[in-house]
């Protein structure tokens, strides 16, 4: 045993000595092979805690939200609904809410107006407005300070500031801007006892689409959305932007196979002639194979890890820079938030698989026919 | 100690361009004794001595070392042979480029194992006893022809072989070099060890230390004296 481990240590020493004799070549090859390890994980990580934050975002959301419908768009629902809707077993509550879009000239954004108080949120007073994080930045807002909003009616109103919205929401709050019912009214020209859906949570997740099934029964002129529609709408947003990122990177991805492959398999004359040496000065085929294929991993596997380390950081210390404007944000304002550092064990393997397997494989093939020469080739310097 | 019975040797057998290299070599090689194979080019004195060195297998005949067969043996056991049997001098040194010349005669013991100090030790004090010491950290690639030489002689004696082999060991070494090697074979020869040459240098065939000479041609043997 000790003399095993003495030989591989052995081999591993002539290895890393090998690398080291060929520093140009294995570095770019080290190099592009760490970048394109990192554009990869940097976009699965992105879009996968993108994925993960909206999910943990919406668990406080409705279950059912009910619309009505008038000739195919989305109407203002009266609160017969609630009663027409009758005693559903299963809805634990049943509120109808208020909401809609402000847009802002001069930032050339749309915020979400919304009157809080089914989303579990805290409620404001009249004359007062809570604000998303990302809102507050653009317009220098301050606690206590005021904002200035034109209404519908196209007067200006002006409202104070009460609180900004918590940080830790920012992926679905950043656009958001809370305010009173009877401030929403006005500032709109809502009519009066009117909504904009019914929001219903139900006792068993289970049940939903039972539930949504009765809803539709009862209510012909009426939508049904589900929580976890939103979430799968979510999850192909998030599926589809990281599918145009790999696309676009996919021109890179197959340069560097070729590359890769081209080094990789392509023993350079030295390296088929240091082959033959070891092979006649008494090393086995195995030996040599080991070795050329402990090279090849140990620059797949560095690559893998710095690549993947600094796509980490890349996500979770640096918000992703590279990727933010393609994968975040949905209208003109950029959310900034804090992304919880989490490894999918399934993703980091697929990436793996698909990364450092292939090289591995390329390599094996060139080296094995260079091993298998004859030693005596060495003898009558055909090598 | 290595004995050669009816051996032959084929190149592209069965193609159009077969060749035959050696034709039925029939030997005796006693131990501790210095041969020099002796021929003009494509005489087959190079593929006899891979035959010899377990480097290559016969296409036909048998190759005993110290009574035992070992023409019909696998690489992996004929390769553990030569590791343990024989150091190679090649005619090209043949030495790992990048790397030093105390690593380059380390390398043939990198495969048994062994404590990396003692191996270093040793490889040292066989720089050392060819005075190379000055030149062991030098990479191999700077050293001049004859210390490149001698760094290879190290390297065949690392594992210390019953059997040196060395192919057309003067050929790219002038008088004075080559007087040089023959004295380190000298040596050699005095402790023991059984020497194999191949050569057409006079100077090495007449050579004090050679004890015996098989000439050849065309694969066969045409003296022996």
Known sequence: MRTWIEKQKYLIDFTLSSLARRKVKNLGLLFLYTVIVFLLASVMLFTQALRREAAASLAGAPDVIVQRMVAGRHDLISPDYIGKLGNLRGVRKTESRLWGYYYDPIERANYTVMVPGSAGQEGVSTGRVAVGQEIARRLGLTLNGKILLTAYSGESRSFDIARFLPLESELLTADLLLMSEEDFRSFFGYPAGQYTDIALTVVNPQEVHNIAGKIANRLPDSRVILREEIL???????????????????????????????????????????????????????????????????????????????????????????????????????????????????????????????????????????????????????? | MIELAGVRKAFNQGRPNEFWALNGIDLNLAPQQATVFFGPSGSGKTTLLTIVGCLARPTAGRVRLNGQDISGLPERFLTGLRRRTFGFIFQQFNLVRGLSATENVMLPAYPLGGDWRELKERAETLLDSLKLSHRRTARVEWLSGGEQQRVAIARALVNDPEVLIADEPTANLDTALSNEFLGILETLAGEGRSLLLTSHDPLVVESSVVRRVVALRDGRIVGDR
């Open chain 1, 232 to 383: 799968r709408t979510y999850d192909s947003i998030f599926n589809w932007r990281e599918g145009v990122v790999l696309a676009l990177l996919s021109g890179a991805v197959i340069a560097f196979a070729i590359f890769a492959l081209e080094k990789a398999s392509g023993l350079s004359a030295d390296e088929k002639r240091e082959i033959g040496i070891l092979k006649a000065i008494g090393w086995e085929t195995g030996d040599v194979i080991r070795m050329k294929f402990w090279e090849g991993a140990l620059i797949s596997l560095t690559a893998f890890f710095l690549g993947y380390t600094a796509a980490y950081l890349h996500v979770f210390r640096f918000a992703a820079a590279l990727f933010e404007p393609v994968l975040k944000g949905w209208s003109t304002l950029y959310p900034q938030f804090e992304l919880v550092p989490t490894l999918d064990g399934f993703e980091l393997a697929t990436l793996f698989f698909f990364t450092v397997f292939p090289y591995a494989l390329a390599t094996i093939v060139p080296i094995w026919r260079a091993a298998v020469t004859d030693p005596d080739s060495v003898m009558r310097g055909s090598l």
